[in-house]
């Protein structure tokens, strides 16, 4: 299953302890289970009508004082060593600063290169220098099983190795204003080469695991129409619908030429929908927030011949 | 025992004194009746959030929103926490029970203070007005979680300051009744009443009013240093100033951890009056579940940073919470096998009571199995702050203080009442209730190892089935609460007269009449024996 999946080293030696965890837990619920259905029954009213009067046994208070004990004591020195493994970079990590603020990622790298994902070449270790402008954050990748707060005035660290090419979520799990659960980026993971071609490449070097993404989110651009291919490859889709499903942001279905309410500056207005409207609010999101739904919508370049087929697209929604 | 035992007395739940009423209960220094008034507007308080709960679920049930504002939201999930924490879960079972059962179960009276025990009522409610107000007033319900994190908590525009002074307020009332109950076993005890003839209800009550003394204080001023912040900068907590916000969150968990074991010990001194009571046999190792309770009060006061192994503390620290954490899991571990030990050859008398009591130890294992794994510092690092911690709390919140408070509500409601609800009407509730539960909260746990973090208004489209089956659990959920409480407020006014011991219990309160006279006792007995002799009985019945 997707979400078992193990992306780096530190969800392995994660997992192994949960995995331990996990079948101590079982063994322990079912005997306890087991056990008081069967004296429920056995010792029914009807079946045993009268009580024994026991008020204890002390071999038996020592005996399960100590296994619990042995058992917790096992887990936790188990839990403990596979942390340290987790927590402690090697020397020759490669230092990402991680910077958090409401409501967004960035990272910067040793040659101070700058990225709104976080790239990262599959098989070297990665050190995350973790910290935040203004609150407390948490810096969570799932498949990675990491985790590690952005606490103001402080840099916590961590690190990864990954072992799976691929793009991860990141996610922020610290409570940190309205937008908290908007505050996402990816991890993509993509080989070495291809990352030290970006890394040591000039500034208009492509970034990284474009062709990943994109083959993704769909495995054959080629056979669609042009204006859903570039939909498909810029991720509209992960908001916006096409067959009038809504998500974070309103569908695209049917919405040439509605009345739709929007707000600018923080007024309601009615607009109905154009080529004008549709142009301006893919280029600047910002200004125009349709009601009801988050100013959530980042800038995505595009380029004219891009946009034309975009707005073509939509209009054949209707 | 058909005889009701005589009594010159009148119940007390007839007005006797020269108020009437309303006036008469608003008044009243019974502890009985006080532990009435708790009950009454505590259930108001969980119903309120219960509903708050079941709109989140609503939230999720797609991958966008339109009902309602992220931060509408994200004070929906504040508020359901500080209502059903600060008002419900942790005054709940000592101030509704503790109130109403403790000096019945030692043959005394009344509490030492019972003015004082009126007073801590009227902090509560006052407390509870202030938390309602933040709601409304200022800058609107405040959306930082209950745990109100700096620096959020002092940046944020919503009305912060008042929630954090209710619960302010909400701390004195705990820490009134903790003292008032500490005094009352050391000094009320019936004559003979050794310590070790206390019913383990007692125990549980005394070891939670020392933790309810001892660390409510300092909640209280970290909430106080909050507020100072807030007006005038003092810069304790916010790095902006040279403060320092993990401060912030040791000092709020040096409360708030052991807060979780004031709400989980008298919940586990409830399941330990039922067992005996419908097994007809004393509890299995008394001395192990006394001295259990008080381990936990102790070493549970140690454990606080297990709620912050991501937050950057050192190597060393991290190492030793997590290793006092796990030593704190083997006294619920004893309990727990204690518990089901009490059935072994017993004679079994199965009936709502212990099916809510077996309840809350199926769930209350879950709860605390999973949160053995939390402690695990290689596997926190993945579930801490997800979904995982939100079902795993609501084990043992719910699952645990909840079915443990349903459990001791359907226990002693004969004696409270003086009436018998239907017991095919609460078998009937069980099912949804269980049944949604799991849904629901397992559902969760499921959510968290995928990696879904908590308090989020929308999530990413890979967690939305699992999260639709939770919301359905949640309908179900609902629907047996709603079953539950409605068949015990129709058995309240319309149930059939009660018996005085309808259970065949042997602790005080079943030797009085239903519903207990004013006084309690028209004599104070006196105890020659342990707490749970079934013996003499039998030749009676």
Known sequence: MDWMNQAALSAQKSDAVFFYVFGLSVVFLVFITTLMIYFVVRYSKKRHPKAEQIEGHVGLEILWTTIPLVMFLSIFYYGWTNYEYMRLAPRDAMAVKVTARQWSWSFEYPNGKQSKVLFAPIGRPMKMEVRSVDMVHGFFVPAFRLKIDAVPSRTNTTWFQATKVGSFDIECTVICGVDHSLMLSKVIVVPEDEFKAWYFGGEDAPEPGKALRAAEAHPDLGSLPPGLAVLTAKGCLTCHSVDGKPKVGPTLHALYGREQEVLVAGNTRTVTVDDAFLRRTITNPADQVVRGYPPAMPRIPLTDQELDDVVRYIKTLN | MSTQASTAQPSYLVDTGTRKGLMAWLTTTDHKRIGLLYLYAMLTFFFVAVGIGFVMRLVQLTTFQHLITARTYNALFTVHGVIMIFLFVVPGIPAVFGNFFLPILIGAKDVSFPRLNLLSWYVFMAGAIFAVLSLFTGGGAPDTGWTFYAPFSLKTGTNVSLAVFAAFVLGFSSMLTGINFITTIHRLRAPGMKWFRMPLMCWALYSTAWIQLLATPIVAITLVLVILERFFGIGIFDPAKGGDPLLYQHLFWIYSHPAVYIMILPAMGVITEIIPTFAKRPIFGYKAIAF??????????????????????????????????????????????????????GSIDFQPPLLFALTFIFLFCIGG????????????????????????????????????????????????????????????????????????????????????????????????FMHVVATVGSWFLVLGLLMFFGTLIYAMFKGEKAEDNPWGGVTLEWTIPSPPPQENFEEIPTITQGPYHFVQQEGKS
């Open chain 2, 292 to 345: 259990s309770s008080m381990s936990i009060a102790g070493v549970g006061s140690l454990v606080w940073a297990h709620h912050m192994f991501t937050s950057g503390l050192s190597s060393l620290s991290v190492m030793l919470f997590s290793l006092l954490t796990m030593i704190v899991a083997v006294p619920s571990a004893i309990k727990v096998f204690n518990w089901v030990s009490t059935l072994y050859k």
């Open chain 2, 369 to 464: 199995l999973t949160g053995v794994m939390q402690g695990a510092l290689a596997i926190n690092v993945h579930i801490h702050d997800t979904y995982f911690i939100v079902g795993h709390f609501h084990y043992v919140m719910f699952g645990g203080t909840g079915m443990a408070l349903f459990a001791g509500l359907l226990y002693w409601f004969p004696k409270m009442w003086g009436r018998m609800y239907s017991r095919k009407a609460i078998y009937a509730s069980w099912f949804p209730m269980f049944i949604g539960f799991n849904m629901l909260y397992f559902g969760m746990m499921i959510l968290g190892m995928m990696g879904m973090p908590r308090r989020y208004y929308v999530h990413l489209p890979q967690f939305h």
